[in-house]
């Protein structure tokens, strides 16, 4: 059982936590072509290394973003989504 | 009763483990045995003359004692109705039946051993060779030869035990309490982390219990003493015996089984002392009862006072052969002969024996045994070459064979962990590579023997670990140890074969050097196709006594070293783990409303629903479709009450909140009066309907949404998850715990509801359709919607799930008079279908868009956004591909259809029914499908394939199928 | 003699409780269990025995939610900062457990008979409350949501490890912090607040699967020899540790 850093609520086992999905920017709805509003949807990237994902801690209902390096499943740290927002100019939506 | 037999051995230097003060009794087979408390099976029958345990998997040869550890499936016997009990490890209870496995007939003389003389038939990887020819053989082969090679007997009728699991912690765990473990777990605790040394054996010590690694007995006897007395003062370390730990997992996470009981324990740091495992000599006939591992002889002696025989050889190329030797003496053993596969012996014990005038044969090898069920003779001859010995052989008479020819080390739990395992050819062992962090190991496990440097590197590795777990600064890890004695204890080659011989590399699974060769010369030379196609070490053993002979015999095929041959990955559980233990005490959370007891009171039969319990309806099993209907009737007539408890509930508040619910559903809300409720439909980004309800609003900055029973969870996910990047001033909560709410519905209804005292206006007029009010009914607080799921003039009651029972209570109270009856599940699905609502997740799938679902209504046109909106305008651009419509089943004689059966037009599958009920109101079957846009012309007729295959004639209906201008529900 | 149904609120256990043989007493507008009989502990057990276990459900306790609430909480008087999983000892003894920057819960004290007092604060509290006064705070019903039980002794913690993944004992977790995390599978809100030198959790979970929870501790318990207890147990232990200490202070 891994164990997954919660921002709010410290090392937990990674049951305890919802995987929510790779972080990606979403396009603007409103002038996105359909091409890239299906690619946003439907198409992954799939990226070999490190990439950056949504976690849920079930029990207090709390998102968060964690960066793991899907090869070697390490989790190399985690965040509140306001650090990650900081760190990325704002963009993820 | 006097417990004496020849085969015991009294005084305090034997039988740590047995008290043969306390005598008990069993029996095998049928046959009365005494032992001790603290024997195990295998040990009393042993000192019973019981040397047979069992018969083999393929041969069904006789097997007796090998390890004395369980490590072997050769030692399975049945308890009771417990099946594959390890006979070597299992402690004895007074008046326990033991059963023998695998034989037909009886243990001494099964049948089915004449299977060794066709033994040619049986070759390596039959189940894949034969029995598959000529077609649909296998049918015919397979049931006798499963019968054969079975293991065991399930008891259907077993008692069902309570088995259940627990969480341990600890900064340090040390896995076995050998001469390492001890050391390294004494060292952390006293470095002051929180110490967890697990051993498997009832009592501390490993090797120590029943070895010499300190030279005489009594020096090694007193340090064991000396460890444990200080393991023990130390309160910062936890010490569990009789616990054996199966697997180690990411993030110091291992598994461990105690009794009926599977631990999951969390570390900072694992030093695995886990020690190693005795190997044998492979030669002809080197299984028969009486030949056995050094270890297995010395447990026998030390641990449980039974002498292993009376005469010995003793086969060995290392000090513990030796070692052995000078306790068999001591025991009052003879010795025939040690033979000692290196020329040269050497060390302090076999000069000991030297000078006892034991017989030595240097340069010697077994290559044979004989005897009738226990082994009678051995032949020993000269080592010609590797794996080669002399034709000319001199036979010894014996009952005692003891083998000890070199050691593998315990890597099955660092190699779960991640660790890589590769061959050093300096001490012809295996060893790690790439460890991963947190682990360590340590003793004969790393490579070390010395008892010396056992001892020091254990220490430093403990130490180590506790500075690293408690944050202290560590300069430098401790350096690796090398041991130059490690050279010394492992043969490089320990096999000779011959011919057409029985020379068994693998004691589970029957397996023959000619088969490991076999398996290479059919093709299959990689280590991993090797293990699969032969099922060199897929027994219980798990590779401990095969594996590295395996290795050798393919490498020395293949014309390979054994580190390019490599070796297979050990996999989790290194100790059999039962299904019980996995399954444990199962959590399964059931949730009930505050109303629970009151529909149990009125007979309620209950189902699930999700994690709830829900009335189905009330009233006996006898006539469900009786009851439903009528409770249907009682809404539709009078007046009915269901528990809505189980409704998801969201508190939105804050100045966003508006805004915010115009974001996430589909319609609009801004300008939504106070007072009134609106219908709610949520969509994914994709466009998928996720949810339906209803968004009341209560003050121009709080709206409290419902949400369907399975979705909520969900609902406030996605709500938290999008809030987090809008960053609206809004807080969403999940409240459906905190509410419980009842619908009421019926044209009675508002009288009913009247007669209790309020401070809300329920006339027609201050409370028309659609309304919300908060106030309080009959002195409990409550949230009141007129919302009508069944088509009826009606309220749904929500309060604080404390009050629940209460608001129950006294709506019966005052309704009872004028016919209130409550109404379950099942009449509340006929009542909404009757109205053509839908249910999301039944009526919809996957897939499902508004459009398909009628829904096209509920879809804001002027909004800018909401969530989906951008896929589905897409989707209304492409059209539909399917339609939900309304139908009615036409003409009578066949069976009413059910949820799911398919709609057939000209042969073809053209849609399915998603729901369907028989109407008590409307005396037809009605019910929801989803058909081809073509299809969905109210009129069109269209076939419905139902049960047993008959066909039912419906036709396409306008919904709401009752009250279709819904002038009930707005009374 | 007390009949819980003269109330019309009613905690989620009555029923389970009733079977054990509760004899109830009045806590303002509900029944607590002042005793369970079936247990037959003494007070003298309860301090030094390995495990008790008791429903406090009927008590009194509120949330709030929201950005503002520390400082709204401050505000109304509440002693609290914002560190997250922390419990907050009021001066009158009952607790405020900070879930979140943004969450709070507070709850009554049980081991003084001024539980109808916490009560009275909660309801002025929340009355007083309004959504326009921008405060960004929002109370939550938190007396109805969550059932509050309450388990105690030297056998807690190795009971809780077999129902909970969080190292709960006492040199590992310690005194007035909070785990908010899954329990016999279920999201649960466990504070450790010692009565005296005896290892105390307070747990609160999901008040619908009260009985489920209830059943999953009792089951964790039996090995231990857990025992059932009432609030006057509770409250008398209280009471003997604090005579103890003022002993010990004079």
Redesign the interface.
């Known amino acids: 059982?891994?164990?997954l850093k919660c921002p709010l609520n410290g090392p937990r086992?990674i049951a305890e936590f919802?995987w929510?999905g790779e972080v990606k920017p979403m396009p603007d709805?409103?002038t996105?072509t359909?091409a890239e509003?299906?690619s946003y949807?439907?198409l992954e990237d799939n990226t070999a290394g490190e990439i950056h994902e949504?976690w849920?801690h079930a029990p207090t209902?709390y998102?968060f973003i964690a960066r793991r390096n899907n090869i070697s499943?390490e989790i190399l740290e985690t965040m509140t989504?306001d650090t990650y927002f900081e760190r990325t100019g704002g963009k993820?939506? | 009763m006097s417990a004496h037999n020849d085969r015991r051995l009294d005084g305090p230097a034997w039988g740590l483990l047995a008290d043969h003060t306390k005598p008990l009794t069993f029996t095998f087979d049928g046959k009365l045995f005494n032992g001790f408390a603290g024997d195990t099976i295998a040990s009393a029958l042993y000192a019973g003359g019981q040397t047979i345990l069992s018969r083999s998997f393929k041969y069904h040869r006789p097997r007796g004692v090998l390890t004395m550890a369980g490590h072997e499936a050769n030692c399975f016997v049945q308890v009771a109705e417990e099946p594959n009990v390890r006979a070597d490890r299992y402690t004895l209870s007074n008046g326990i039946a033991v059963l023998s496995l695998n034989h037909f007939g009886s243990l001494k003389y099964d049948l089915f051993s004449v299977i060794g003389a066709f033994s040619r038939f049986l070759p390596v990887g039959f189940y894949y060779k034969t029995f598959y020819r000529p077609r649909g053989a296998w049918k015919y082969f397979e049931k006798p030869i499963r019968y054969m090679a079975g293991i065991g007997k399930l008891e259907p009728d077993a008692q069902h035990k309570y088995y259940?699991?627990?969480?341990?912690?600890a900064d340090v765990l040390v896995v076995g309490g050998g001469p390492a473990g001890l050391q390294a777990a004494i060292a952390s605790a006293e470095c002051g982390a929180?110490t967890l040394l697990i051993d498997e054996w009832p009592a501390l010590g490993g090797s120590l219990l029943y070895g010499r690694s300190l030279g005489s007995r009594a020096d090694t006897d007193k340090t064991r003493l000396e460890l444990i007395a200080k393991a023990r003062a130390l309160p910062n370390l936890t010490i569990m015996t009789d616990t054996a730990v199966t697997g180690l997992?990411?993030?110091n996470?291992a598994s461990a089984i105690s009794c009926q009981r599977l631990y999951?324990i969390?570390s900072k740091h694992t030093i695995i002392a886990s020690g190693a495992f005795d190997q044998p000599l492979v030669f002809s006939n080197n299984d028969r009862p009486g030949i056995m591992f050094a270890d297995a002889a010395q447990r026998l002696m030390r641990l449980y006072g039974v002498k292993p025989g009376t005469r010995a050889v003793i086969a060995t190329s290392n000090r513990f052969g030796y070692e052995t030797a000078l306790d068999l003496l001591d025991a009052g053993i003879e010795i025939a002969a040690i033979a000692d596969l290196n020329a040269t012996p050497s060390g302090s014990a076999f000069e000991a024996l030297k000078a006892r005038g034991v017989r030595i044969m240097a340069g010697c090898t077994l290559a044979d045994s004989k005897g009738n069920r226990h082994v009678e003779s051995v032949a020993v001859a000269k080592i010609t070459g590797e794996g080669t010995a002399s034709s000319v052989r001199d036979w010894l008479s014996c009952d005692l064979v003891v083998m000890s020819v070199g050691y593998t080390p315990a890597l099955n739990l660092a190699s779960h962990a991640g660790a890589k395992v590769v061959y050093d050819p300096a001490i012809s062992m295996h060893r790690t590579e790439n460890m991963p962090q947190g682990i360590v190991l340590t003793g004969s496990a790393a490579g070390i023997w010395n008892s010396d440097t056992v001892s020091s590197a254990a220490k430093a590795a403990g130490a180590d670990a506790a500075t690293r777990v408690q944050g202290l600064s560590v300069d430098t890890s401790p350096a690796p140890v090398t041991d130059p004695e490690a050279a010394a204890i492992t043969h490089p080659y320990p096999i000779f074969t011959g011919k057409g011989t029985k020379d068994f590399v693998d004691f589970d699974e029957d397996l023959k050097t000619r088969d490991i060769i076999n398996t290479v010369k059919d093709g299959y030379d990689d280590i991993q196709l090797v293990k699969r196609y032969s099922t060199a070490g897929l027994g219980s053993s798990q590779g401990r006594h095969t594996n590295l002979n395996t290795i050798r015999i393919v490498a020395k095929q293949t014309g390979k070293t054994l580190a390019q041959v490599g070796t297979t990955t050990f996999r989790p559980p290194l100790v059999a783990e039962k299904f019980a233990h996995m399954a444990g005490?199962a959590?399964?959370?059931?949730?009930?409303?505050?109303m629970h007891?009151r529909h149990i009171e009125l007979g309620a039969q209950m189902m699930t629903a999700g994690?709830?319990m829900r009335p189905a309806y009330y009233g006996t099993k006898t006539d469900p479709a009786r009851a439903i209907a009528a409770e249907v009737r009682t809404v539709r007539e009078g007046a009915g009450i269901i528990d809505v408890?189980t409704l998801g509930g969201l508190?939105i508040?804050?100045p966003d909140a508006a805004a915010f619910i115009d974001r996430m559903y589909t319609w609009a809300y801004e300008k939504q009066p106070i007072g009134r409720a609106r219908y709610t439909l949520m969509t994914d980004?994709?466009g998928v309907v996720m949810d339906d309800g209803v968004a009341c609003r209560l003050?121009?900055?709080?709206y409290y949404v419902t949400a369907t029973t399975s979705a909520v969870d969900q609902v406030?996910?996605a709500m938290?998850?999008f809030n987090?990047?809008w960053k609206m001033?809004v807080?969403v909560?999940?409240?459906?715990?905190?509410?419980s709410a009842v619908n009421l519905a019926g044209p009675m209804a508002r009288d009913i509801v009247q007669k209790l005292k309020t401070d809300i206006d329920f006339s027609k007029e201050a409370f028309p359709y659609m309304g919300v009010r908060v106030g309080h009914l009959?002195?409990?607080p409550v949230r009141v919607l007129r919302v009508g799921f069944v088509g009826e003039a009606g309220y749904e009651i929500h309060c604080?799930?404390?009050?629940g029972?209460?608001l129950w209570d006294k709506l019966m109270e005052v309704g009872k008079p004028m016919g209130l009856k409550p109404f379950g599940v099942e009449a509340q699905r006929i009542l909404r279908l009757e109205k053509g609502h839908i249910i999301v997740g039944q009526d919809t799938d996957g897939l499902t868009h508004p459009a398909e679902a009628g829904m096209e209504w509920a879809l804001a046109k002027k909004k800018?956004?909401y969530v989906g909106?951008?896929?589905i305008e897409?989707q209304m651009t492409k059209g539909m591909t399917r339609k939900l419509v309304g139908f009615a089943v036409v003409g009578s004689g066949v069976p009413t259809p059910k949820d799911c059966h398919l709609i057939i037009r000209d042969g073809e599958i053209t849609g399915r029914i998603t729901s369907v009920v028989q109407s008590p109101t409307l005396g037809k079957a009605i019910g929801l499908a989803f058909v081809p846009p073509g299809m969905s012309e109210v009129g069109t007729k269209f076939q419905i394939r139902v049960d047993g295959g008959l066909m039912a004639d419906a036709e396409v209906v306008a919904t709401p199928f009752y009250d279709p201008d819904n002038k009930r529900q707005e009374l | 003699m007390t009949n819980p149904l003269t109330?019309?609120?009613?905690?989620?256990l009555r029923?389970t409780l009733e079977g054990a043989g509760a004899i109830w007493s009045c806590l303002g507008d509900?029944a607590v269990a002042a005793s369970v009989p079936a247990s037959g502990l003494a007070t003298g057990a309860v301090a030094t025995g390995g495990l008790f276990l008791g429903d406090l459900s009927a008590l009194p306790r509120l949330g709030f939610?929201?950005?503002g609430t520390i400082a709204a909480m401050k505000a109304r008087g509440v002693t609290v900062e914002a560190e997250p999983n922390t419990a907050f000892i009021q001066p009158n003894g009952s607790m405020c457990l900070v879930l979140a920057p943004?969450e709070v819960i507070l709850l009554g004290d049980p081991l003084v008979a001024n539980a109808q007092g916490d009560a009275a604060t909660y309801d002025k509290m929340l009355e007083s409350w309004k959504?326009?006064d921008e405060e960004?705070t929002?109370p939550?019903?938190?007396?109805?949501?969550?059932a509050w039980f309450v388990l105690g002794g030297a056998r807690a913690p190795a009971m809780l490890?077999?129902?909970?993944?969080i190292?709960f004992?006492p040199?590992?977790f310690e005194n007035h912090s909070i785990a908010q995390t899954s329990v016999?599978?279920?999201s649960a809100i466990v504070t450790r607040s010692d009565i005296g030198v005896t290892n105390t959790f307070h747990l609160l979970a999901?008040?619908?699967?009260?009985?489920?929870?209830w059943t999953?501790l009792m089951?964790a318990a039996h090995e231990f020899g857990g025992q059932i207890v009432g609030l006057t147990a509770l409250q008398e232990l209280s009471l003997h540790v604090k005579t103890r200490r003022s002993q010990i202070e004079t």
């Open positions: 059982m891994k164990i086992n919802v929510g709805p409103a996105a359909d509003w299906t949807l439907f949504w849920l209902n998102w499943d989504a993820t939506s | 259940d699991k627990s969480y341990l912690f929180d997992f990411s993030d996470w999951k969390r005490r959590f399964e959370p059931v949730r009930l409303t505050s007891g994690q709830w408890s508190d508040r804050g980004m994709s003050h121009e900055r709080h406030y996910r938290t998850w987090v990047h001033d807080d909560a999940n409240v459906t715990a905190a509410y009959a002195g409990i604080p799930s404390g009050f029972e209460a800018s956004f909106k951008r896929s897409m | 109330y019309l609120r009613r905690a989620p029923r509900t939610k929201g950005r943004g959504l326009d960004r929002y939550l019903l938190r007396r109805d949501s969550h490890a077999k129902i909970s993944a190292d004992r040199h590992k016999a599978k279920m999901d008040s619908a699967a009260a009985l489920y929870f999953s089951d």
